[in-house]
C-alpha cells in the first residue's frame, strides 16, 4: 500500500517534443506529491510539488498533473531540451510523518 | 549558504568494517533525513530525525545499522560489519521544519569490496 510505481522505466524525445512520465499510488492517506529530478553524480532536486486539493499545477515548462479519483498524477515537461536529460522520481508523502516514497525512477533523454 | 554537505563523496569498505557516513545540514535545519539508493533504483527511506532525537527509523534494518543527530556535529549513519550488499549511494536531506519539502546532499557512494 506504500507503493509509488512510475512509468516508463527510460524515455527518449526529440529536441522541442513534450515529455511525459506517469505515476500511481495506492495509499488515499499521501498528501503530498513531489518530482524530483537528478543528475548522474548529484543528489535529487526538487522539481515541483503538487497537493491534493489542486488538479494541476505550473512552472515554466513543468506541469504536473493530478488525478485524485484514480491515484495518478503525471509530470509534463515542454518543450524539452537536451539539459533536461536526466533521471526524474515522482515521490508522495503522507500526513503520520515526514518519509517520502519514491517511484523507481525515468531515465529521460532528449536528443537535439 | 552551502547546501547539505555529505562526506566521504566516496567510501570503499571492506566486507566486515564499519562505515560511517556524514551529513551536515543546511544552516537552521534541524531536521534530517537519510535515504539509500541502490543501482537502478528509487530512493528508500531509513530515517528521520531532529537533534538528539529518532523520529522514525522505520527504514532502517533492525541489524547493523543506526544514525544520530547529537546537539552538535553532523548526522551520522553508521553501518557496521559491512557486506556487499550495503554498497549504495546513501543520501541525506535536511529541512527547516516538518515540511517534507526538504533538500537533498549529494550522496555518499559506498563500495564493500
Known amino acids: 500500500q506504500q507503493q509509488v510505481k512510475q512509468s516508463p522505466q527510460s524515455l527518449i524525445v526529440q529536441k522541442g517534443g513534450i515529455s511525459i512520465i506517469n505515476c500511481a499510488y495506492e495509499n488515499t492517506a499521501f498528501d503530498y506529491f513531489p518530482w524530483y529530478q537528478q543528475f548522474p553524480g548529484k543528489g535529487p532536486a526538487l522539481l515541483i510539488a503538487i497537493r491534493p486539493d489542486v488538479s494541476e499545477k505550473k512552472e515554466g515548462r513543468f506541469t504536473i498533473s493530478f488525478n485524485k479519483s484514480a491515484k495518478q498524477f503525471s509530470l509534463h515537461i515542454m518543450d524539452s531540451q537536451p539539459g533536461d536529460s536526466a533521471t526524474y522520481f515522482c515521490?508522495?508523502?503522507?500526513?503520520?510523518?515526514?518519509?517520502?516514497?519514491f517511484g523507481e525512477g525515468t531515465q529521460l533523454t532528449v536528443n537535439p | 549558504n552551502a547546501g547539505v554537505m555529505q562526506n566521504p563523496r566516496h567510501l570503499v569498505r571492506r566486507r566486515g568494517q564499519e562505515a560511517r557516513l556524514r551529513c551536515s545540514p543546511m544552516k537552521g535545519h534541524s531536521h534530517v533525513y537519510w535515504y539509500r539508493q541502490l543501482p537502478e533504483e528509487g530512493l528508500k527511506f531509513m530515517v528521520y530525525?531532529?537533534?538528539?532525537?529518532?523520529?522514525?527509523e522505520s527504514g532502517m534494518p533492525k541489524e547493523r545499522f543506526s544514525a544520530e543527530f547529537p546537539k552538535e556535529g553532523p548526522s551520522i549513519l553508521r553501518i557496521q560489519q559491512v557486506v556487499r550488499g550495503d554498497s549504495a549511494a546513501y543520501f541525506c536531506a535536511s529541512s527547516p521544519a516538518d515540511n517534507r519539502g526538504y533538500t537533498f546532499g549529494s550522496g555518499t557512494r559506498l563500495t564493500v569490496v
Open positions: 530525525l531532529q537533534k538528539e532525537n529518532i523520529i522514525d
Open positions: 515521490a508522495a508523502g503522507g500526513t503520520s510523518g515526514s518519509r517520502l516514497t
